[in-house]
């Protein structure tokens, strides 16, 4: 059953450092999705992509967040100079958007820890 | 703005009990979907609810949607250990490509 994919499952970064979160949405799905969570807490949307560009997104997602889809395959999220709370788990989805529907599938995050 | 609330935050049952999670949501949507986490883990996707009325149900658990007042519910049907974990009510906006909003979610931890 297709999957969708990150790497890595756990990143370790200093403050201030750049990290880059990478996502493999499953094959035909034409949308995708950046959410995090912070320990113990809810779920809550970053930022989604369709068509090459950035859809809709939130107040978390500031100057300092960034996506890209570098090729036919990955989805990037870059947090460009981290911060303390930015430790959190992120997680990755992709939908095809089509019918009822819409489910979106998540895939099995990335916890960032911020030293 | 979109809200999502969920309640109980967190609940302890024993082995064999029944009890109900409440989903309520501020604004029209279409679909709402329950999710469940175990600790460290993704979220795997319970059940897909569409329209008023819809009802559904797999093993002990059976989620309803009320659209007219912005309601769903999870019912556990005597309760096992294994449904030990965090359970998470989501609505999308139903504005196209749309994000989910998610609960607080629920810990439902079950005792022998």
């Known amino acids: 059953e297709p999957e969708v994919t990150q790497t890595p499952s756990h990143q370790v970064t200093q403050m201030g450092q750049e990290v880059i979160l990478r996502c493999v949405p499953i094959s035909n799905h034409l949308y995708f999705y950046w959410y995090r969570q912070i320990l113990g807490q809810k779920v809550e949307f970053l930022v989604s992509?369709?068509?090459?560009?950035?859809?809709?997104k939130s107040e978390i997602f500031d100057d300092q967040f960034s996506v890209e889809r570098p090729d036919g395959s990955n989805f990037t999220l870059k947090i460009r100079s981290t911060k303390l709370e930015d430790s959190a788990m992120y997680f990755c989805?992709?939908?095809?958007?089509?019918?009822?529907?819409?489910?979106?599938?998540f895939g099995p995050g990335t916890r960032l820890t911020v030293t | 703005e979109l809200k999502v609330e969920q309640n109980p935050l967190f609940l302890s049952m024993q082995e064999g009990k029944n009890y109900t999670i409440y989903c309520n949501y501020s604004t029209t949507s279409d679909r709402l979907y329950w999710y469940r986490q175990d600790p460290g883990k993704s979220l795997e996707s319970l059940f897909v609810l569409l329209s008023n009325g819809a009802v559904k149900q797999e093993g002990r658990l059976m989620a309803s949607l009320d659209t007219k007042a912005r309601l769903s519910t999870l019912h556990i049907t005597a309760a096992v250990h294994d449904l030990s974990a965090t359970y998470f009510c989501a609505v999308d906006s139903s504005s196209g490509n749309t994000p989910l909003v998610f609960g607080k979610g629920t810990r439902l931890s079950v005792i022998a």
């Open positions: 989805a992709s939908s095809d958007n089509r019918g009822p529907v819409r489910e979106q599938y």
């Open positions: 992509f369709y068509n090459n560009e950035i859809s809709e």
